[in-house]
């Protein structure tokens, strides 16, 4: 799956733990608040700016055999997030994230790191707490690396691993919501709840999880996914004898209700 990170970066991955190293990179500095300078991009790394100006880079994968020559960016650090242990204790600080050591599992020594975004108590039982989504979604993260846990939990946090789905409303006349959520959670939904004929997925904007996604943008797209869930209903029905009269009532536009939690950065 590729997610938007910028107009000029994104991030590809199969799932949550394998991805491309120097793209989730890129995508913790922006979750740190470094902003991408593009034009500052252009040759084999990539600049990023913090609130106070200074500079940052974070080489890109060389294009050819040889060897990238870093001299432009001699007067800035390198910034390597899965590896700095500084920039994985501001992701602490800035994301409220919980850290937890595991020392011993069933009697025996594993000497692990357990991160967690708490987002209130009994979150991770959904079951007696309630589906959470986007922002409000459980995350978690296990690793015998410190950093590499803290780094994992972040990228989750920020939409890394969510896929786009459009919520249709309880009562008829409210809005539809666009939601992003886990396959765990969304699986989680299907086998505890019963609001799996109400959810419908749209792949079309899972690149946006980490983005976000503005009402105009999306809606369009909602529009079109309903319309056709809207014919498929209407086709199964069975047909009927006699012919309503009368004139219907143009039916309004979908929208995206953004009065919800989102993962917009």
């Known amino acids: 799956m590729k997610y938007r990170l910028t107009d000029d970066l994104s991030l590809t991955t199969d799932t949550d733990r394998n991805l491309d190293i120097v793209e989730a990179s890129n995508a913790l500095?922006?979750?740190?608040?470094?902003?991408?300078?593009?034009?500052?991009?252009?040759?084999?790394?990539?600049?990023?700016?913090?609130?106070?100006?200074?500079?940052?880079?974070?080489?890109?994968?060389?294009?050819?055999?040889?060897?990238?020559?870093?001299?432009?960016?001699?007067?800035?650090?390198?910034?390597?997030?899965?590896?700095n242990l500084a920039f994985g204790q501001s992701l602490v600080r800035s994301l409220g994230l919980v850290v937890s050591p595991l020392i011993f599992k069933n009697g025996d020594l594993i000497g692990q790191w357990y991160v967690e975004l708490n987002t209130g108590y009994g979150?991770?039982?959904?079951?007696?707490?309630?589906?959470?989504?986007?922002?409000?979604?459980?995350?978690?993260?296990?690793?015998?690396?410190?950093?590499?846990?803290?780094?994992?939990?972040?990228?989750?946090?920020?939409?890394?691993?969510?896929k786009a789905y459009v919520?249709?409303?309880?009562?008829?006349?409210?809005?539809?919501?666009?939601?992003?959520?886990?396959?765990?959670?969304?699986?989680?939904?299907?086998?505890?709840?019963?609001?799996?004929?109400?959810?419908?997925?749209?792949?079309?904007?899972?690149?946006?999880?980490?983005?976000?996604?503005?009402?105009?943008?999306?809606?369009?797209?909602?529009?079109?996914?309903?319309s056709v869930e809207k014919a498929q209903d209407q086709a199964d029905e069975p047909e009927q004898t006699e012919l309503a009269t009368g004139t219907a009532n143009a039916e309004e536009s979908p929208k995206v209700d953004d009065g919800g939690p989102s993962n917009v950065i």
């Open 123 to 162: 979150a991770n039982d959904m079951a007696k707490t309630g589906l959470k989504v986007g922002t409000y979604e459980p995350v978690s993260e296990v690793s015998d690396v410190l950093n590499h846990a803290i780094c994992f939990a972040a990228l989750r946090i920020a939409g890394i691993g969510r």
């Open 29 to 83: 500095a922006l979750i740190a608040g470094l902003k991408h300078d593009p034009v500052a991009s252009m040759g084999p790394a990539n600049v990023f700016v913090s609130a106070d100006g200074s500079r940052t880079w974070i080489r890109k994968h060389p294009t050819d055999d040889s060897a990238p020559d870093f001299s432009a960016y001699e007067t800035m650090p390198e910034l390597r997030p899965f590896d």
């Open 167 to 226: 919520l249709k409303p309880a009562v008829e006349g409210e809005k539809p919501t666009l939601q992003f959520m886990s396959d765990t959670t969304y699986q989680w939904m299907l086998e505890n709840t019963d609001m799996g004929k109400d959810v419908i997925p749209v792949p079309e904007l899972d690149e946006y999880a980490f983005t976000g996604i503005s009402a105009e943008d999306a809606v369009a797209k909602i529009e079109s996914i309903l």
